[in-house]
C-alpha cells in the first residue's frame, strides 16, 4: 500500500489545532507550581464531510488531575493497538507525563512488521522481546550505548512494531527538564532529537514493557490532534531496503520549532 495515502486516510479526520507557541518567552510558570510550562492554545475546526467516515476511538480512562493537563485522560489499550502507521500520527499532539514533567509529542516515526528498519526484523531477542508486547507498551533502548529512545509499541501482541517518539515540546516541569538535560535553555534544542526525550523523562531501558495506559510511572494522556501535519522519510535508517528508507513514515506537527533535524525533508502530505 502507498504510505502516502495510507497515510491520508488517517489524516481525514475532522480534528482540533493545536498551536505550540513559537517564543521562548511563552514559557510561562504553571498554576501553583514552582517549575515552567510551555502554554498550548486549542481551538475548533468545522468538521468536513467524509467518503469514507473512520470510527472514533472512544477514550475512557483514569481522568487526569494536573495542573498543565487538565480535563484529559490516560489514553486506553485498544488507542495503541492498531497498524503502527495508523497509530504514529494519531499520537502528535498527545502527552507524555512522569513525575513533575509534562510533553507534548510533535515528531514520530513508524516502525512496521517486515520492515528492514524495525528491530523486530530480528525476532524476538532479549533486547527487541518488548517491542513484541501489546499496543501500548513502552519500548526503550540504547542507541550507540548512550541515548534512551523511547518508542510506544503499536498493534497486536506478537506483531513486533512501534512508534518511535522523536521530539516533544515542554508543557510542565522545565526546571526538571533542564536539570536532566543538563542544558539550561528554553530554545527547542532542548528536547528536538529522540535521546533528549528520554533524558528529559529520566527513564532507563527499565521502562520497557511498562503500560503507558495504566496511572502512575509513565503515562500517555489524550491530547488535541495538530490542524496540520508534515511527513517524510525516516532518519538515520541508510543500512534498510531502499523502500523502507524512502518511505514516508516520519510525521510532524506543522508550525512548531519543536522539530528535529533534518526539517527539510519534511513537507505537507
Given at each position: 500500500m502507498n504510505p502516502t495515502n495510507r497515510f491520508k486516510r488517517v489524516a481525514s479526520k475532522p480534528n482540533k489545532s493545536v498551536r505550540l507557541r513559537q517564543s521562548s518567552n511563552d514559557l510561562e510558570r504553571c498554576t501553583n507550581q514552582s517549575s515552567k510550562s510551555v502554554t498550548v492554545r486549542t481551538s475548533t475546526r468545522p468538521s468536513h464531510k467524509q467518503t469514507q467516515p473512520q470510527p472514533k476511538l472512544k477514550i475512557q480512562s483514569s481522568p487526569v488531575s494536573h495542573p498543565c493537563v487538565r480535563d484529559t485522560t490516560i489514553l486506553p489499550p485498544h488507542f495503541f493497538q492498531i497498524d503502527a502507521l495508523d497509530l504514529?500520527?494519531?499520537?502528535?499532539?498527545?502527552?507524555?507525563?512522569?513525575?513533575?514533567?509534562?510533553?507534548?509529542?510533535?515528531?514520530?516515526?513508524?516502525?512496521?512488521?517486515?520492515?528492514?528498519?524495525?528491530?523486530g526484523r530480528f525476532g524476538i531477542t532479549p533486547r527487541t522481546a518488548p517491542v513484541f508486547g501489546p499496543g501500548g507498551n513502552a519500548y526503550v533502548y540504547l542507541c550507540y550505548g548512550l541515548h534512551t529512545m523511547l518508542n510506544v509499541v503499536a498493534d497486536k501482541e506478537g506483531v513486533g512494531a512501534a512508534v518511535l517518539i522523536r521530539a516533544c515540546a515542554p508543557v510542565c516541569g522545565l526546571e526538571t527538564i533542564q536539570q536532566r538535560r543538563g542544558q539550561q535553555t528554553e530554545k527547542p534544542i532542548l528536547l528536538t532529537g529522540p535521546g533528549k526525550v528520554g533524558q528529559a523523562l529520566g527513564i532507563s531501558t527499565e521502562w520497557s514493557n511498562h503500560p503507558l495506559y495504566s496511572p502512575g510511572g509513565l503515562e500517555l494522556l489524550d491530547g488535541p490532534e495538530p490542524d496540520k501535519i508534515?511527513?517524510?522519510?525516516?532518519?538515520?535508517?541508510?543500512?534498510?531496503?531502499?523502500?523502507?528508507?524512502?518511505?514516508?513514515?516520519?510525521?510532524?506537527?506543522?508550525?512548531?520549532?519543536?522539530?528535529?533535524?533534518?526539517?527539510?525533508?519534511l513537507r505537507p502530505p
Open positions: 504514529a500520527p494519531r499520537l502528535l499532539g498527545k502527552f507524555l507525563r512522569r513525575d513533575d514533567v509534562v510533553l507534548q509529542i510533535t515528531e514520530v516515526e513508524a516502525y512496521r512488521p517486515n520492515d528492514s528498519a524495525c528491530h508534515l511527513i517524510g522519510p525516516r532518519v538515520g535508517i541508510e543500512y534498510a531496503l531502499p523502500e523502507h528508507v524512502n518511505a514516508l513514515w516520519r510525521f510532524a506537527i506543522a508550525g512548531t520549532p519543536w522539530i528535529s533535524a533534518p526539517k527539510n525533508t
